[in-house]
């Protein structure tokens, strides 16, 4: 399961870094994005499940998942 964040949708609520600061981060330019470890790679099975809930909690519907 791949993840990532729409920045055109992100609201920068800080939500998804709240519930899951292992696979999300506030970059220094004031984004919020999927650390650069975890782009574009298979999240670890021991963080799916936090990575489904940061998805439901966003308020800007920007987390996208991929199977
Ligand atoms: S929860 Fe959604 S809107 Fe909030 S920072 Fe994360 S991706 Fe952006």
């Keep these: 399961m791949k993840v990532s964040i729409d920045q055109t949708k992100c609201a920068v609520c800080g939500s998804c870094v709240a ?3 292992e696979v999300f ?3 220094d330019n004031g984004t919020v994005d999927v650390k650069d470890e975890f782009k574009g ?6 963080l799916v499940e ?5 998805q439901s909690m966003c308020p800007a519907t920007a987390i996208v998942i991929e199977e």
């Design 41 to 46: 790679v298979d999240i670890p099975q021991e």
């Design 50 to 54: 936090k990575v489904k809930e940061a």
């Design 25 to 27: 981060e506030m970059k």
């Design 19 to 21: 519930i899951c600061p």
